[in-house]
């Protein structure tokens, strides 16, 4: 008898589990732990004086286009740049440094968030061969024992699917388009990402407003009657609302689209 082995290369993805995401100790826990991981202030203006919002732009950038290239899960590159801008308010920082920081931490977050990291060489190539893997395992630790190791951060991603179910069970139209939902909010959680004014907005706050943002596309793209539009917005932003807790989440949807567009 001839045994043939066949391995196959694919990540193991945990199946979605209804009974976590439904449960309302979930979102609560969320809500209370997601300011320990905000930071309070811009480090441009005190600390990193030789940086500015467009360094962390560019970095941003390029991190996004690492995880796309290495088909990344959704949750890396939020979570990569809340441990970024953990670290840049606490640690004075050159420029030169930046990329080796951003390589480092999605490294920090793929270990967290996926079952297959980024392989350091990858990381090291993508950069151009610019660090080295020293640097990358030193600024490891580094990065890690200057975050007292407390890198598994609530991000926007955490919201999505917990909010998403409950407006399911009030809207039959976002019962029936929630994968495109889904996919398009967290689009637009990677664009919030890129822009450092909204890292300090809560998790639960950007989550909000790229859902309501995506369910507004959805509305414009079936061509919904514009009193029907109105009327359908302003319920899902009210249960947002109650199921958030978040004060003036209007204006930070408001905000956030105007940004954004």
């Not at 976590?20 to 203006?45: A, C, M, P, Q, W």
């Not at 995880?67 to 308010?89: H, T, W, Y």
């Not at 949807?253 to 954004?260: I, Q």
Request: hydrophobic share 40%; aromatic share 10%; with cysteine.
């Amino acid at each position: 008898m001839e045994l043939l082995c066949i391995e196959q290369e694919y990540e193991p993805i945990a199946l979605f589990d209804s009974v976590i995401v439904d449960d309302d100790r979930t979102l609560t826990n969320l809500i209370f732990t997601e300011e320990h991981y905000l930071i309070t202030g811009s480090y441009f203006k005190c600390l990193q004086t030789e940086l500015n919002t467009n360094n962390r732009s560019e970095l941003a950038s390029w991190m996004l286009e690492v995880c796309e290239a290495e088909q990344c899960q959704s949750e890396i590159f939020p979570l990569a740049m809340n441990i970024l801008d953990r670290f840049l308010a606490l640690v004075k920082l050159r420029k030169g440094q930046l990329q080796l920081l951003g390589s480092v931490c999605l490294f920090i977050a793929s270990k967290l968030r996926q079952s297959k990291t980024i392989s350091p060489q990858k990381l090291i190539y993508y950069t151009d061969w610019s660090i080295t893997l020293n640097e990358l395992t030193d600024w490891e630790i580094l990065v890690l024992s200057k975050l007292k190791w407390d890198v598994a951060a609530v991000t926007p991603n955490d919201f999505v699917d917990p909010l998403l179910r409950r407006l399911c069970k009030y809207s039959t139209l976002i019962d029936e388009h929630q994968n495109r939902i889904r996919k398009q909010t967290m689009n637009m959680i990677d664009l919030c990402s890129l822009d450092f004014n909204f890292s300090m907005y809560p998790p639960s706050m950007i989550a909000a407003a790229s859902l309501i943002s995506a369910i507004n596309d959805l509305l414009k793209m079936i061509k919904t009657h514009f009193v029907v539009y109105r009327s359908i917005s302003s319920k899902i932003l009210y249960q947002l609302h109650e199921m958030t807790g978040i004060e003036k989440v209007h204006k930070g949807c408001e905000h956030y689209v105007l940004v954004l567009d």
